[in-house]
């Protein structure tokens, strides 16, 4: 483990050089949000803010992505032939990832990197990215992730962990790939035994702060086909719109869809993020749809990150409590009282 200090300028600048060998994916304001986008030349990365709007999701499984290419071109030898598209695996750096995000990454491992599938492309850019976490010394009214096995400070699923100690950031490695990029960096002071206390006084101070908890005890223990037949579920989709909000910010909805497109007689095969929210989402060829009411589909939303990833994996909720949901839905559909239904049935 390394713990190295830098002023704010002394961080902005080490980031900017690690820009020559590695692609520095930062939060940057975009209106009234923040977003992870790719350290430009010239740009700044802006640490002034709670979470990102986006979770930093796309940066390893991007919302649209090339898988294939082919021809249609029977002039051509290799007419009909699949071929993998080109892909860019030089290695990254995420600085800024909150702890329920980077938390989020170990949740869904469990679905593209398991010993039945292997999804190549995802497990590739894992290994190619280092996780920089930035602790949250004021957590969002809607935040509970400590109810859902991360927290404020939590390490888990990080490379290295930022704390903003006012004038400069404390960084602490905690692992291998940890320790690269920080002897990487052009080097930071050793930090004082007081700077190491006040790191530790804001640690408890914020999660103090979460004031949001939700219960998870009990939902194992519960009966799947009693829960879907549950009569709350009629309330709780009743102002659903299907937007899909919900689960396109969410850090740990993992749905696609694959198409192809054709343009002339070249084409794509693309995967794109899909969601079990949009009424298109299981409907067949054959016209029939297993989900074609709202209630059918908010119910499976609930279901599988609260049931159905539960049973299965038994690796606690597929929800790391980081409230965008919460805060973005519409019409104010509310996980965190669809944990308590639940829980309590
Ligand atoms: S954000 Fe709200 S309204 Fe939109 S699909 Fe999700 S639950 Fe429904
Ligand atoms: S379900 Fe909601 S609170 Fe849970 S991880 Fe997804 S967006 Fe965050």
């Not at 920089?132 to 888990?156: D, L, Q, R």
């Not at 908010?298 to 409230?323: I, P, S, T, W």
Request: glycine share 6%; aromatic share 12%; hydrophobic share 35%.
């Amino acid at each position: 483990m390394l713990e190295k200090v830098f002023s704010k300028p002394e961080w902005e600048e080490a980031l900017n050089e690690l820009r020559s060998t590695t692609k520095v994916y930062v939060p940057a304001k975009e209106g009234d949000f923040h977003n992870f986008r790719l350290l430009g030349n010239g740009k700044k990365p802006d640490f002034d803010f709670q979470n990102t709007r986006l979770s930093p999701k796309s940066v390893i499984f991007p919302q649209s992505e090339r898988m294939f290419e082919y021809t249609l071109d029977e002039r051509k030898e290799d007419a009909h032939i699949l071929k993998e598209a080109p892909k860019d695996f030089s290695p990254q750096v995420i600085v800024g990832i909150r702890p329920c995000d980077a938390f989020a990454f170990q949740l869904v491992k469990i679905n593209f990197d398991n010993p039945q599938y292997r999804d190549p492309w995802w497990v590739q850019r894992m290994d190619d990215t280092t996780l920089i976490g930035f602790a949250c010394n004021e957590p969002c009214a809607s935040c509970f992730c400590t109810s859902v096995g991360s927290g404020p400070f939590s390490e888990k699923g990080l490379d290295a962990l930022m704390v903003d100690l006012g004038d400069r950031f404390l960084v602490r490695s905690v692992t291998p790939k940890g320790d690269a990029f920080l002897k990487k960096l052009k080097p930071g002071k050793d930090p004082d035994a007081a700077l190491l206390d006040k790191a530790q006084d804001l640690a408890k101070a914020s999660e103090k702060k979460i004031s949001s908890k939700v219960p998870t005890d009990r939902l194992k223990e519960k009966v799947v086909n009693e829960l879907f037949d549950a009569p709350f579920w009629e309330r709780v989709s009743f102002a659903c719109i299907n937007c899909g909000t919900c689960t396109y910010l969410c850090p740990t909805c993992w749905c696609f869809d694959i198409q192809d497109e054709v343009s002339g007689k070249e084409g794509d095969r693309i995967r794109n993020w899909d969601a079990c929210m949009f009424p298109l989402f299981t409907l067949h060829g054959s016209g029939h749809n297993p989900r074609d009411k709202k209630l059918q589909r908010v119910r499976q939303r609930f279901m599988h990150k609260l049931k159905y990833y539960v049973d299965k994996y038994e690796n606690g909720a597929a929800c790391v409590g980081c409230g965008r949901c919460v805060q973005f839905c519409p019409v104010n559909i509310d996980i965190r009282e669809v944990f308590e239904l639940m829980n309590g049935y």
